[in-house]
């Protein structure tokens, strides 16, 4: 059974670090693209990183340099980097598994989701 349980979510202050973790089982977790998403209350889905099995990566434009995205293939593991942490990053955060090693925007291609773990940034 595929399952994806993200943890590392909580409350800090503004211009303040956490680090989100996500751990997989029950597929190949190398061979797969990864990614992170998040949504806030009243908007959409969207993504703000992501890392192919080949360890390309993409990062949302809002991002700009405060989120690092990596992956532990022998403890399959992903792993989310936040520093610098706004306000306007409030919001529940969600590990998801693509259906193949390249990563795409399409939300079809990324098929399996984790519960997600709240974070919570104080001005």
């Known amino acids: 059974q595929v399952q994806l349980v993200e943890s590392g979510g909580g409350s800090v202050q503004a211009g303040g670090s956490l680090r989100l973790s996500c751990a997989a089982s029950?597929?190949?977790?190398?061979?797969?693209?990864m990614g992170w998403f998040r949504q806030s209350p009243g908007k959409e889905r969207e993504r703000v990183a992501s890392i192919s099995s080949g360890l390309n990566t993409y990062y949302g434009d809002f991002v700009m340099g405060r989120f690092t995205i990596s992956r532990d293939n022998v403890q399959k593991t992903l792993y989310l980097q936040m520093n610098n942490l706004r306000p306007e990053d409030i919001g529940m955060y969600y590990c998801?598994?693509?259906?193949?090693?390249?990563?795409?925007?399409?939300?079809?291609?990324?098929?399996?989701w984790g519960q997600g773990t709240q974070v919570t940034v104080s001005s």
């Open positions: 029950g597929y190949a977790y190398s061979a797969y693209c």
């Open positions: 998801a598994k693509a259906w193949s090693g390249s990563c795409s925007q399409a939300v079809e291609t990324w098929h399996v």
